[in-house]
């Protein structure tokens, strides 16, 4: 009887490994092993092993093309995640601090409006229009601020969410101790909010590092090239270069993997130590 | 936590604006001229760069800095928005006909109309690139046959002969089938080479319907009322009913699709002449297998080919002074017999140059031949975009949802009319 | 008494400025461009000049013969990427704060699909959806099921990226409720554990207690789902023909086509919608959601 259950759980277990690993892993290794081939063995599409293994010459293709403007995308696009992001964390939780807390009339009708950035698209040539009458357009600092507009909603609902799960005993704890609304907030309210903070960075930062659409309209000229538009280079409307394609795919994808690997120890036992019991 | 937390965003900040007040410097320059160009990346950026490398070695005081672009509509966007917010490139490559009408060139662009460098350039080709009797473009690129590309051994070896109307090439098609060959290669999933049937009729429309073009820009007459311009719909329709497209076509690409012709396991691909880029790029040995003909009509002696205007170089009115005079300088090297010899060893011809005194080089490819053959003899009309300045955007749709069964070819005609209403009322055309 | 002066000094506490910063940069950069957007709805606007043609706009775009397969299919995707990823991930993640072996590596594993941009999962999946040659139909046909052509069946297209956007975007939800259920307080655990097994405690513990994450997954990914956009538009464009256009493909096309004043309009409809969808559900989730 207990043997039968403890054979059935380690079945169980190798179930689960290999039906996640197969959803999961598979589509990653294709994009490897296209990055490993020749242009035209890439083009027959093929989950198969390379008959001549040339990732690294695949990979040195993709850096070393048009001046090493692999870098300065790279670059790039690092300074746009970490300034949107730094703004968007401090802003989010501010907001959502109060707003929670309050649950008044302001609280609400200001949320709404947060909430309809969730919802709508941005409207592109209006934004353009607004970034060059500031004399912001084609600069970092215009597309910081756009992507802070665009992506804080999504930071305020979670921090509003974990706000929820920090009693309010705390502040009424550090009021009467003679803590004034900036040092609650933190030295109080943030520490807690670390967990939800980390799940915001992650994402947010994942979001902003693969934006696509945002830096090709709002931050042109070949100077402010970001990683995902040098996939563009590759795809062009009349022809393809799979094998370069995919080895830009893994070049771009190193930093968010980067970010990831920083933050998972963070994003377990953030979740883990920083959940407020009771 | 806070302090660091503090700093951090500090620090972010403090580079920021480093970085802005760095960029801003760079624009204060003297010296030697830079110029940056915007072109789509692929072929274009072939021919571009070439004849960039050209000028520059001659002019060692002009630096010309190509900015790339993606190709099709998404590129579009592009130049539009660019050139509605003042911040396009000092010169940049850009379709004609129909597309460049949506650029309000008199508006936004520079009149290159008495430049001396436009003597050379052939007055069918400026017809495509004017407005309101001024001249915009100047070509750096072939004229193109649209058509069928056919795989000349598939037809050695069946014994087959260039059909010139439409019942020969479905009696063709079946006897490729029969030799387990795809009669007609179509990939849907580039969207934009479904169009081919309908688009390259034309010349069958206008023989049927001599001012089918002023007749359809004025609103008088409809794809879905006219038999003849019906014609490329049902066509569509009977190669899905009968067969003759690849397994996979609705998702297949346009390189798979050359893939299967440059190597005879397709017969027929409804196609634009530049195709001969890749297929010499990627096959160079299959590149001579291959031929063009005409599409097919409805009587022999009747057939002949519908031409594509070649793209061109414009001038932004933002370009002025010293960069303005660089920029004009490069257009006239760009139709110079050096030019021309820059473009030929860049990309291999797709059809002739509308440029006088331009010379195909000896070793042109044979299906190249084909298309010089109908325009020499007077067998060719341009393609309608270049007639008219009413084409609905979404006929690629419509060509997909009918190539792959999901609507007759009454109802796309007809809802493609309505399509192509919507874009002449936001044209603001007279009598929509 | 005490009691009051307390209440008051915490109402300091909580001070109406922490909404400045992140109110002003929302209102200058989305807010502004927004509002100008629904003045040029009302325009023939072909990007260099802007004629106003009152509600000509908003007529063609309701009376395109297309319109009602782009509104089907963005319900369709919305419910069901929103439905599947709730449902698929409150297990996924009660599974990974288990003490099952290997969490480390299936937490990354589940959550890699979220790192990687949009364009370049649509391009990979497309490529392994292929028909013929791609690998999906490859294992399939080997143990003799069918080849189904995944994206150029008009019937399936939809369906197939839905798959895909569950598959990319289910780390996220996962997340967000591994943290819902890590917050539990282990007392409710301890109670339970006297009176029940493992399904006793996901039914009456967990689920009820995750209630706050339950609505905000959602609520994200069916706003998510209705304005979805990039996938759909790497692996089909909203085909074969229009057999996968939602709306947001539909204006994109006609913003392409340089329709600008029609695809604001859209864009307004679009945004009308939803508010109407999501306002009603929020308040009632609001109204419902729990206090640990």
Known sequence: ?278 | ?432 | MKKNTIQKGLLKTYPNWFYLPAVITFAIFFVIPTISAFYFSLTRWTLFDATFIGFDNYVSFLSDPMLSIGLKNTFIYAILTSGLKTVLALPLAVMLTSNIRFKGFYRSIVFFPVLVSTIAVGITFSILMQPNSGLINVVLGSIGLGQPDWLGNPKLALYSVVFVDVWKGIGIATVIYMAGILAIPNDYFDAMKLEGGFWIRFRHVIIPLVRNSTFTIILLSFIGGLRSFDLIWAMTGGGPGFASDVLTSVIYKQYQAGFYGLSTAGNVILFIMVTVLIFPLRRFFNSREIEL
């Open chain 2, 1 to 432: 936590m806070v302090k660091k937390l503090t700093v951090f965003t500090l620090v972010v900040l403090m580079s920021l604006g480093l970085f802005a007040a760095g960029q801003q410097e760079a624009v204060k320059q003297t010296g030697p001229i830079t110029l940056t160009y915007l072109v789509a990346s692929g072929t274009d950026q072939n021919q571009a760069g070439a004849l960039a490398d050209g000028f520059m070695a001659l002019n060692p005081d002009v630096k010309i800095e190509l900015e790339l672009r993606p190709g099709g509509s998404d590129g579009d966007n592009i130049v539009k928005t660019r050139l509605a917010t003042g911040e396009m490139n000092d010169m940049f490559f850009y379709n004609a006909g129909s597309l460049l009408q949506a650029l309000n060139p008199t508006e936004t662009l520079v009149d290159l109309t008495n430049e001396p460098f436009m003597d050379v350039v052939d007055d069918a080709f400026k017809s495509t690139v004017s407005q309101k009797g001024m001249v915009f473009g100047v070509p750096n690129q072939t004229a193109m046959g649209g058509g069928i590309l056919y795989n000349k051994k598939v037809y050695a070896d069946l014994g087959l002969s260039i059909p010139k109307t439409w019942d020969e090439f479905a009696a063709n098609n079946e006897i490729i089938k029969k030799a387990g060959i795809t009669p007609v290669i179509a990939t849907y999933g580039d969207t934009w080479t479904s169009q081919l049937f309908v688009l390259a009729d034309y010349y069958n429309v206008q023989a049927a319907v001599p001012d089918f073009a002023a007749q359809y820009t004025a609103n008088k007459i409809k794809y879905a009322t006219t038999p003849a311009a019906i014609k490329g719909f049902e066509h569509l329709k009977e190669g899905y009913d009968k067969g003759w497209y690849q397994s996979g076509f609705a998702t297949a690409k346009y390189d798979q699709g050359l893939e299967l012709l440059a190597n005879g396991k397709g017969a027929h691909y409804p196609m634009l002449s530049f195709a001969f880029t890749n297929i010499v790029a990627n096959w160079p040995d299959k590149a001579a297998d291959i031929g063009f003909f005409a599409q097919p009509g409805t009587s022999a002696d009747k057939n002949g080919a519908t031409i594509w205007m070649l793209s061109a170089n414009y001038v932004p009115k933002t370009t002025t002074g010293a960069k303005l005079e660089a920029v004009k300088k490069f257009l006239a090297y760009s139709v110079s017999p050096q030019g021309i010899d820059d473009l030929n060893k860049a990309v291999p011809p797709s059809g002739p140059y509308l440029v006088k005194g331009a010379k195909l080089p000896a070793d042109v490819l044979p299906a190249v031949m084909d298309i010089s053959k109908y325009i020499d003899s007077g067998m060719s009309a341009p393609a309608l975009e270049f007639l008219s300045p009413v084409k609905g955007p979404r006929l690629e749709q419509f060509c997909v949802a009918v190539g792959t069964g999901q609507m007759t070819p009454a109802q796309a005609a007809a809802d493609y009319d309505k399509d192509v209403a919507n874009q002449a009322k936001q044209l603001g055309l007279a009598g929509w």
């Open chain 1, 1 to 278: 009887m207990k043997l039968k259950k403890r054979s059935s759980y380690y079945l169980a277990n190798i179930a689960v490994f290999i039906l996640l690993s197969v959803i999961f892993i598979i589509p990653f290794i294709y994009i490897l092993l296209m990055a490993a081939k020749s242009s035209k063995e890439a083009a027959l599409l093929q989950f198969s092993l390379p008959s001549q293994f040339l990732f690294l010459e695949n990979l040195k293709a993709v850096i070393v093309f048009g001046d090493y403007r692999m870098f300065r995308a790279l670059l790039n696009s690092t300074l746009l995640t970490v300034g949107s992001v730094a703004l968007i964390v401090v802003f989010a939780a501010l907001f959502a601090f109060v707003s929670q807390r309050k649950k008044d009339k302001l609280a609400s009708v200001l949320m709404s409006l947060l909430m309809i950035g969730l919802m709508i698209p941005p409207a592109v040539v209006p934004t353009i229009f607004l970034l060059r009458s500031l004399k912001i357009y084609k600069t970092m600092f215009g597309m910081i601020m756009i992507d802070v507009a665009l992506f804080m909603p999504f930071a305020t609902m979670i921090f509003r969410t974990a706000m929820s799960t920090i009693p309010r005993d705390l502040d009424e704890a550090s009021f009467i101790d003679g803590a004034t609304p900036l040092t609650i907030f933190f030295s109080v309210i943030l520490p807690l909010l670390k967990p939800a903070i980390v799940t915001v960075v992650v994402t947010t930062s994942v979001n902003i590092f693969n934006d696509f659409v945002g830096p090709l309209y709002f931050l042109p000229g070949a100077k402010n090239i970001t990683a995902p538009l040098t996939l563009y280079s590759f795809i062009s409307q009349f022809s393809t270069q799979w094998n370069l394609l995919f080895a830009n795919v893994v070049v771009v994808s190193v930093i968010p993997l980067i970010i990831f690997i920083f933050f998972q120890r963070q994003l377990v036992s953030g979740m883990m130590g920083g959940a407020v019991k009771g």
